[in-house]
């Protein structure tokens, strides 16, 4: 069995950060220790939630404890999301680097979760820039959407050829694999009704295409499942693009099943055997 420490936010109801991502990174088999940034009553699209930020301190001090019971050893990856605060990126380094010391393998996905003021996603200060001038030095895999990318980018991204142009400076920084996800308007296709992603590596870039559903009001949490999903994939043996295709694949069955249930939360768990065995089987295409 693989073990992932997921560190990333909680909410009490709903599907977002670490309730998005767990359930079904074990449902693919994969034991996730999950470490919580906050802890909110729901997400912050809500508009008003309560709950607080967790004590930078306490990261490292679970790094520690897990250490003193020699389990860091057995830590596959570490996963990070939603953080509530810029010092947090310090504390995330810090458990990689003492990780990296009983598993030089391990593998770090960050998830660059950043401000975004069309979806009302509150980020603290300084996270933004944090983010762009520690993580990206050291992170394995970054699942940026098309905002993250753009925060992520020296240049404006307009159009495909600025995508793919932004994902190969991320490469060239030192990242392995990077997924961007829904290029909506400067996808390839560029077609309101399908839901486009990518995924580069230094073998090169794949897209795929699957239907968009449209929903009154876009659930949350999305990202942290593909990210989640897409290392579950990847730990559990398959290929970069066998790991794409499958994590599309299941995430299209939970899309299709929260639209069906007319909601605005995720519906992991009803759509729980579409993780474990999905009815869709899109493919994708290398285009450079």
Not at 34 to 53: E, I
Not at 59 to 77: F, M, Y
Request: glycine share 6%; aromatic share 8%; hydrophobic share 45%.
């Amino acid at each position: 069995m693989k073990n992932v420490l997921s560190i990333q936010s909680h909410v009490v109801y709903g599907f977002a950060g670490n309730k998005s991502a767990t359930f079904p990174m074990q449902l693919l088999g994969i034991d996730v220790w999950a470490l919580n940034t906050v802890q909110f009553s729901n997400h912050t699209q809500y508009g008003k939630w309560t709950g607080m930020v967790i004590p930078q301190e306490q990261i490292r001090e679970v790094i520690s404890g897990l250490d003193d019971i020699e389990k860091l050893q057995q830590c596959d990856a570490l996963l990070s999301g939603y953080l509530g605060s810029a010092e947090q990126v310090d504390q995330i380094l810090y458990a990689l680097q003492q990780i990296k010391k009983r598993n030089p393998n391990v593998l770090y996905l960050c998830d660059p979760v950043m401000p975004n003021a069309e979806k009302v996603c509150v980020v603290a200060n300084g996270v933004r820039e944090a983010l762009i001038e520690k993580a990206i030095p050291v992170a394995d895999i970054m699942t940026p959407n098309l905002s993250e990318l753009r925060e992520l980018s020296d240049f404006p991204i307009n159009s495909f050829d600025d995508v793919l142009q932004a994902v190969r400076a991320l490469l060239a920084k030192g990242v392995k694999k990077v997924l961007v996800k829904h290029l909506g308007k400067v996808g390839k296709i560029n077609d309101p009704d399908t839901f486009e992603i990518i995924m580069a590596t230094p073998q090169g870039i794949w897209h795929l295409s699957r239907p968009l559903y449209r929903f009154d009001f876009e659930p949350v949490g999305v990202g942290d499942l593909i990210a989640g999903t897409f290392l579950a994939n990847l730990l559990n043996g398959k290929s970069d693009v066998e790991a794409f295709e499958a994590m599309n694949n299941e995430v299209t069955g939970v899309m299709k099943t929260t639209f069906d249930l007319n909601s605005y939360e995720l519906q992991t768990i009803a759509a729980r055997f579409e993780i474990l065995n999905p009815s869709s089987n899109y493919k994708a295409e290398k285009i450079a």
